[in-house]
T-cell receptor, first 117, second 117 residues
Framework: DTEVTQTPKHLVMGMTNKKSLKCEQH?????MYWYKQKAKKPPELMFV???????INESVPSRFSPECPNSSLLNLHLHALQPEDSALYLC????????????????FGPGTRLLVL | AQSVAQPEDQVNVAEGNPLTVKCTYSVSGNPYLFWYVQYPNRGLQFLLK??????LVKGSYGFEAEFNKSQTSFHLKKPSALVSDSALYFC???????????????FGKGTRLHILP
């Protein structure tokens, strides 16, 4: 199973709402990632979890709150978002520091397309 | 800082012709280089990587890439293009903090490949 699943596929929320994005993988990967992608732009890294611990936070605003309940699941909790946060949110996973290049060989989910009104 | 450059926003190729998508890199140390593809409304898919060894790397879907150290390039190639190859292609490089910190990927801005029937 080389699949990363993400739910929901689409999400529309108001600026006062609280919602969560979910990501799941069953490849035994120990590193999981959240990226934000604007249209026609490359993905921008937001967070990295390694062995269920937050490893990298790329100075993401606190209205985005990641959570890694176990090695297969990754959540992104959203609260008080702004319209400029509308984007495709991608989850990815990888081996964690196995062979050279393993960590950068990432498997991506299809993404959640978020619209903030 | 590590970086990759994709000089072409868009490449148009007739079906059946060879294709090349260009990428140049700037890194300190040995480069770890990657190509990812993104089909419309999908997440990214890993195509291939260069870590060390042979300069010609073969990947998924008949793609290959040539590492050229003197020209600091890592161009993606395919001998005969298919309409289904039409997608957004990202070149990427490892950004390593070293020590215990996790590595991350730095993506190029992407090149849109159009294969014309």
């Amino acid at each position: 199973d080389t699949e990363v699943t993400q739910t929901p596929k689409h999400l529309v929320m108001g600026m006062t709402n609280k919602k969560s994005l979910k990501c799941e993988q069953h490849m035994g990967h120990r590193a999981m990632y959240w990226y934000k992608q604007k249209a026609k732009k490359p993905p921008e890294l937001m967070f990295v979890y390694s062995y269920e611990k937050l490893s990298i936070n790329e100075s993401v605003p606190s209205r985005f709150s990641p959570e890694c309940p176990n090695s297969s699941l990754l959540n992104l909790h959203l609260h008080a978002l702004q319209p400029e946060d509308s984007a495709l949110y991608l989850c990815a996973s990888s081996q964690d520091r196995g062979l050279p290049g393993d960590q950068e060989t990432q498997y991506f989910g299809p993404g959640t397309r978020l619209l903030v009104l | 800082a590590q970086s990759v450059a994709q000089p072409e926003d868009q490449v148009n190729v007739a079906e059946g012709n060879p294709l090349t998508v260009k990428c140049t890199y700037s890194v300190s140390g040995n480069p770890y280089l990657f190509w990812y593809v993104q089909y419309p409304n999908r997440g990214l898919q890993f195509l291939l990587k260069y870590i060390t060894g042979d300069n010609l790397v073969k990947g998924s879907y008949g793609f290959e890439a040539e590492f050229n150290k003197s020209q600091t390039s890592f161009h993606l190639k395919k001998p005969s293009a298919l309409v289904s190859d039409s997608a957004l292609y990202f070149c990427a490089v490892r950004d390593s903090y070293g020590g215990d910190r996790d590595d991350k990927i730095i993506f190029g801005k992407g090149t849109r490949l159009h294969i014309l029937p």
